[in-house]
């Protein structure tokens, strides 16, 4: 199986703070997605990143997110002011060039009090 | 917009009955690639199955699925369920190598 990585498992933050959430992607894996979920509910995607650039996103992450790759082995993906509503774990997943597949990180999961 | 619905949210069943989820999807893409997910307790996501081809079956792990374009659909099925298939499963939909379009998720619960 694939092994995407990412750090760290565990976030708690006040509202209001800022939040970092690190992600490893597969040797080799050109594509980066994240998504969100709440309580073990719908896989939300959020954004999206093939050879470093972002390709696709939601409005929300235009809005209150920041989402860089600035290497093909990190990528990572930030809340700059945490709502109660950001509560959630946040997935990473990987794939190679032309292929469909996704595997998946662990998660970050965040807490927002 | 493209959309995929898992219409059970919560099944459950008896081991060694038959299993079946349900799935059906929309898109304007004449080929999508279809998936299901298995996420276990406290774990990832992990792919179970996938296709891209219409009324072949694909099947892993004791698992089978056929997506029928004419019907939009790529049901989830077993013939036996064992206590270790317990965990949420999503339906999804991906097009252009692109973001996968999860269904709501069903959650299968084996009872002994």
């Known amino acids: 199986d694939a092994a995407v990585t990412q750090k760290p498992r565990y976030l708690i933050k006040m509202k209001g703070q800022e939040a970092e959430m690190k992600c490893i992607p597969e040797?080799?894996?050109?594509?980066v997605f994240w998504y969100q979920q709440k309580q073990s509910k719908e896989l939300k995607f959020l954004i999206y990143?093939?050879?470093?650039?972002?390709?696709?996103q939601i409005d929300m992450v235009k809005e209150r997110f920041s989402a860089v790759c600035p290497s093909s082995s990190l990528c990572s993906l930030g809340i700059r002011t945490c709502e109660a509503e950001d509560s959630a774990l946040y997935l990473c997943?990987?794939?190679?060039?032309?292929?469909?597949?996704?595997?998946f990180g662990p998660g970050t999961r965040l807490t927002v009090l | 917009g493209d959309s995929v619905t898992q219409t059970e949210g919560l099944v459950t069943l008896t081991e060694g009955l038959p299993v079946m989820l349900n799935c059906t999807y929309q898109?304007?893409?004449?080929?999508?690639?279809l998936f299901w997910y298995v996420q276990h307790l406290n774990e990832s996501p992990r792919l179970l199955l996938k296709?891209?081809?219409?009324?072949k079956r694909t099947e892993h792990q004791g698992f089978h699925a056929t997506l029928h374009k004419s019907s939009s659909s790529f049901h989830l099925q077993k013939s036996s369920a064992q206590l270790s298939d317990s965990a949420l499963y999503y339906c999804?939909?991906?097009?252009?190598?692109?973001?996968?379009?999860f269904g709501q998720g069903t959650k299968l619960s084996i009872k002994p």
């Open positions: 997943s990987s794939s190679q060039h032309s292929s469909y597949e996704q595997y």
């Open positions: 040797k080799g894996h050109t594509a």
């Open positions: 990143f093939q050879n470093q650039q972002p390709l696709d």
């Open positions: 898109t304007i893409y004449s080929n999508p690639f």
């Open positions: 296709s891209f081809t219409d009324n």
């Open positions: 999804a939909l991906s097009y252009n190598q692109g973001k996968l379009i």
